[in-house]
């Protein structure tokens, strides 16, 4: 029985007509086969069959917890793999943005960044899969007549135990599949994980989402003393910080200013638009460096008490340096109470946290653009190419940059960009056509090679960034309605 189709006025209504006029044992035994939603749903129809339910704390919980996982209540059920940590779809994609789970203390669907890591990535705290058992359930109401808390209480327990009783193969099983020896090996000799994952999956299956109804949010949390740990609290009343998801971030301006470059491309499609391969993808970065994941905070701001994302203050990056500000220098408010007092001083320090912030990335950039030209102008003045100075050194290097007095050090310019691509060309050309192969497979090793031949992204890269610090420079309030437009976590939405 599908708790979407059920649940709508009409079906709702239809149910009523035709359930009210049964007896009511009939009746009841009809309503007991009714999925958590549904129930509520016929709960509300009429007078009569709302006494006949009666429904409890524990009836909008079950309600709750079958709602978060509707994709128009609650997004996305991702799919998680317990033996290598792998999350579909990826936890930074937009997906994740309306992710919601419910919390089963305040009886709120809330986004997914208002809880911690257990509380929604734990085999029985995550949403279960379309199909599992969890998600198929039906109501655990049961009939006015059974409702002496004594008995009510003995149905839980046997329940319960014949729940279990089902779960414990498969917990063996999980076990097996996702952390076993077999697996561990396997990660190192590349087996065929297949046959093993729809193993893992069947269980995942039977076991997943049974323990949801224990979920809180962070700020039920809070309220209710979970945390007393002296680095999670500090000052009073207390900043918290609380652990949050790792994500792969797309450009390192999205750490603290996080959907700024998304706002910009919106805002200005003519003056900028998204690069063609984002940076971290760049050939010449290690794998280690292409996935490099940052952790994510919520923080309490101990002003507005307010739950936000690490980003939403004026904090540095990591933990440690968050924790010790705070020790240092007291609470520091969240960036909307800053602009709520003064929205003149906080627009000036938030433009210029981002302009400097962008003209480092953009000199960043700039310094992978010319590693390449001070190791090929070095080979010609006295290295490898020195040979070669006289008949080409002049033509691949007699530009502008180079024409300054102190030849190395020399800074890049947007003027220079397009006259260092045509000297591009003629160095290719020159390796490919003068050097001897010794002296071409010398050369061309290493960083260098991979700079060769990524040369065109890291241009790209640097003229968007190029762009991107041109634009916060010359327009600040774009800030402030970044700021206002953009809530990048959907924290304060629910
Ligand atoms: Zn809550
Ligand atoms: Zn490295
Ligand atoms: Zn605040």
Redesign the pocket.
């Known amino acids: 029985m599908s708790a979407e189709r059920s649940s709508s006025p009409e079906a709702a209504i239809a149910t009523d007509l035709s359930l009210i006029t049964l007896p009511v044992e009939i009746l009841c035994m009809t309503l007991t086969w009714l999925d958590p939603v549904s129930l509520i749903a016929a709960s509300q129809t009429s007078r009569s069959l709302r006494n006949i339910i009666k429904p409890t704390r524990n009836d909008f919980v079950q309600r709750l917890l079958a709602l978060e996982l509707l994709p128009e209540f609650g997004g996305i059920v991702p799919l998680f793999r317990a033996r290598d940590n792998a999350m579909t779809p990826p936890l930074h994609s937009r997906e994740w943005r309306r992710n919601k789970y419910a919390c089963c203390v305040c009886l709120k669907l809330r986004s997914h960044m208002w809880f911690d890591n257990h509380s929604i990535l734990r085999l029985g705290m995550r949403k279960p899969p379309p199909g599992s058992r969890e998600a198929t359930k039906l109501t655990d109401w049961e009939p006015l007549q059974l409702r002496d808390p004594a008995v009510r209480w003995r149905h839980a327990q046997r329940r319960a135990a014949e729940e279990e009783e089902l779960r414990q193969p498969n917990r063996v099983i999980y076990h097996r599949f996702c952390t076993g020896a077999d697996v561990m090996a396997g990660n190192y000799m590349r087996v065929n994980f297949g046959p093993i994952d729809q193993r893992a999956g069947e269980a995942e299956r039977m076991l997943c989402g049974t323990e949801r109804h224990k979920r809180a949010c962070n700020s039920c949390r809070f309220l209710r003393g979970d945390w007393n740990h002296a680095r999670l609290m500090i000052g009073s009343p207390p900043t918290v910080v609380i652990k949050s998801r790792h994500v792969v971030l797309p450009h390192i301006l999205e750490r603290k200013f996080p959907g700024l470059l998304e706002f910009l491309h919106e805002r200005h499609p003519d003056k900028l638009s998204p690069p063609k391969i984002q940076y971290n993808n760049w050939g010449g970065w290690q794998e280690h460096h292409r996935n490099k994941a940052w952790s994510l905070f919520t923080v309490r ?1 101990s ?2 008490s ?1 739950w936000q994302e690490l980003a939403g203050f004026g904090f540095s990056i990591s933990l440690w340096r968050t924790v010790h500000h705070v020790m240092a220098h007291g609470p520091v ?2 960036n ?2 800053l602009q709520r007092k003064d929205p003149s001083a906080w627009q000036s320090k938030i433009w210029a946290t981002a302009s400097k912030m962008a003209a480092e990335v953009r000199e960043a950039m700039a310094n992978r653009l010319i590693f390449g030209w001070d190791m090929v102008y070095n080979d010609f003045q006295q290295g490898k190419l020195v040979h070669y100075n006289a008949s080409f050194g002049d033509r691949i290097l007699c530009v502008s940059p180079w024409k300054v007095p102190t030849p190395t050090g020399w800074r890049l310019k947007d003027s220079f960009i397009p006259e260092l691509r045509v000297r591009l060309g003629y160095l290719r050309s020159f390796i490919r056509d003068t050097l001897t192969d010794e002296l071409r497979v010398e050369l061309v090793q290493s960083w260098f090679k991979v700079w060769l031949k990524e040369y065109e992204l890291y241009e790209e890269a640097y003229i968007y960034m190029s762009k991107v610090h041109a634009l916060i420079v010359d327009e600040p309030a774009i800030l402030d309605d970044y700021v206002r437009e953009r809530d990048p976590y959907g924290l304060s939405t629910s």
Do not use: A, W
Request: proline share 12%; charged share 10%.
């Open positions: 701001c002003s507005c307010q408010p969240c909307k109470c």
